[in-house]
């Protein structure tokens, strides 16, 4: 079965469960599994999932009741916890796959009130989404060692700064963790592309060997895939086709 596409998945998920996704990694809060798990079975506790969920332990929760629905109805599914609640793209939408793959072979066609089913809890999950850990645990600004006050002027006015500093690095990780999401779909993708052209390059040969001219829907292709846009310039050194790339 052919794999479905980010906007297909994100359209199924918005409309089954009555939601306003815009990424796929807004998934790794694991509420949508658990809804969507829900929409088949019609009896996950969603009192137990909360579906705004914002924080890493919150995330675990959720995941926590998926994986025992997976246990209770013998699903043989691994749910790798660790690693969708860090909220990437390409983890999540792997497993977003898995879930429509198996929600068409099981789903029976009743209906299915979604807001019904969670009380109308509210699901306001961020597009832009990394989870917070509670506490300020690693950050090494504003905190206390071994019970000393830290070193300061004005004790009474350090609490602001400190704050402020702690809000910049939080927005901090949260932007580097997107960006390292964002950095791995575009090498996705890129890997997809060179495939292609790997192909495209090996039937070109094929059909030079064999003295047969390239039909226009080829040449098409070709022409898509060496495009440039204004500003940009191809490298003088282009490594061969044939040269095996280390991604």
């Excluded at 694991?30 to 969507?36: E, F, L, N, R, S």
């Excluded at 905190?143 to 009474?156: D, E, F, L, V």
């Excluded at 939080?170 to 052209?197: C, N, P, T, V």
Aim: hydrophobic share 35%.
């Amino acid at each position: 079965m052919a794999a479905v596409s980010r906007t297909d998945l994100l359209a199924w998920v918005n409309e089954l469960l009555q939601l306003n996704y815009t990424k796929i990694e807004q998934c790794g809060t694991g509420a949508a599994y658990c809804q969507i798990l829900d929409s088949v079975y019609g009896d996950i506790p969603m009192a137990r999932v909360k579906m705004n969920a914002k924080h890493e332990y919150e995330f675990v929760a959720n995941f926590k009741v998926l994986q025992n629905t997976f246990k209770a109805k013998k699903i043989d599914k691994p749910i790798l916890i660790e690693k969708l609640v860090k909220c990437k793209m390409q983890d999540n939408l792997e497993f977003l796959q898995w879930m429509k793959r198996f929600w068409d072979s099981n789903y029976g066609g009743q209906g299915y009130d979604a807001v019904a089913r969670r009380k109308g809890a509210p699901t306001d999950t961020p597009a832009t989404i990394a989870p917070l850990r509670s506490g300020s645990a690693g950050l090494g600004v504003g905190g206390r060692s071994g019970g000393k006050t830290p070193i300061s002027g004005h004790r009474a006015g350090s609490a602001q700064p400190n704050e402020a500093i702690q809000n910049l690095q939080a927005q901090l990780r949260e932007m580097s963790s997107h960006m390292e999401g964002l950095e791995k779909e575009r090498d996705f993708y890129f890997a997809k592309l060179r495939d292609i052209e790997i192909l495209v390059q090996q039937q070109a040969e094929a059909l030079e060997r064999s003295g047969q001219q390239q039909d226009e829907t080829f040449k098409d292709i070709q022409k898509i895939l060496y495009s440039t846009e204004d500003g940009f310039e191809v490298p003088d050194s282009v490594a061969p086709a044939d040269e095996e790339e280390t991604f």
